[in-house]
T-cell receptor, first 114, second 113 residues
Framework: KAGVTQTPRYLIKTRGQQVTLSCSPI?????VSWYQQTPGQGLQFLFE???????NKGNFPGRFSGRQFSNSRSEMNVSTLELGDSALYLC?????????????FGNGTRLTVT | AQTVTQSQPEMSVQEAETVTLSCTYD???????LFWYKQPPSRQMILVIR??????QNATENRFSVNFQKAAKSFSLKISDSQLGDAAMYFC??????????FGTGTSLTVIP
């Protein structure tokens, strides 16, 4: 089985721009969750989607949004980028959510905001 | 609010020896799950071990085992017979029944040959 695929691997954007990150889950997985990883804050939960519905959301501003398509692929969008948004963004998929099945993480997208 | 604390930013262990990584958490819930994830330099997070809070028996996975103390809200990871491939950042994580995930800040483990 192919693993979780995140594209692109690296992104460089300037302040004020917006960015879209993509995550393709493992085939058959219906839950996709997103995380922000920074040296200062560690790993923080952004949101989780299950069957195209946002099931849970972390404590991030509305500039961070996401969606999930009928094939379970998910996108995350960050608008009006700030320098502090520079981070590694990880997505993870699971069959039904982390309570029911293990999370499988992608390799992440490294976003640099200048 | 739930928090997860890993008080050891860095740890080192001699190859073939045993090391214990600490994790404490704060919650008012009785039903939750705890995890240890490993993130090697390749960046991909890998599940090491999982513990359901309602289970009193400590989880084990080959050389990895946990010491789960529910009353003390402690969830430490013991790695036996450490190998060079165990070198990585280790994250302790908590998830509640609402599917909200909380991670610790990580412990960087170095394995000395």
């Amino acid at each position: 089985k192919a693993g979780v695929t995140q594209t692109p691997r690296y992104l460089i954007k300037t302040r004020g721009q917006q960015v879209t990150l993509s995550c393709s889950p493992i085939s058959g997985h219906r839950s996709v969750s997103w995380y922000q990883q920074t040296p200062g804050q560690g790993l923080q939960f952004l949101f989780e989607y299950f069957s195209e519905t946002q099931r849970n959301k972390g404590n991030f501003p509305g500039r961070f949004s996401g969606r999930q398509f009928s094939n379970s692929r998910s996108e995350m969008n960050v608008s009006t980028l700030e320098l502090g948004d520079s981070a590694l963004y990880l997505c993870a998929s699971s069959l039904g959510g982390a309570l029911d099945s293990p999370l499988h993480f992608g390799n992440g997208t490294r976003l640099t905001v200048t | 609010a739930q928090t997860v604390t890993q008080s050891q930013p860095e740890m080192s262990v001699q190859e073939a020896e045993t090391v214990t990584l600490s994790c404490t958490y704060d919650t008012s819930e009785s039903d939750y799950y705890l995890f240890w994830y490993k993130q090697p330099p390749s960046r991909q997070m890998i599940l090491v071990i999982r513990q359901e809070a309602y289970k009193q028996q400590n989880a084990t996975e080959n050389r990895f085992s946990v010491n789960f103390q529910k009353a003390a809200k402690s969830f430490s990871l013991k790695i036996s017979d450490s190998q060079l491939g165990d070198a990585a950042m280790y994250f302790c994580a908590y998830i509640n029944t609402g599917n909200q995930f909380y991670f610790g800040t990580g412990t960087s483990l170095t394995v000395i040959p």
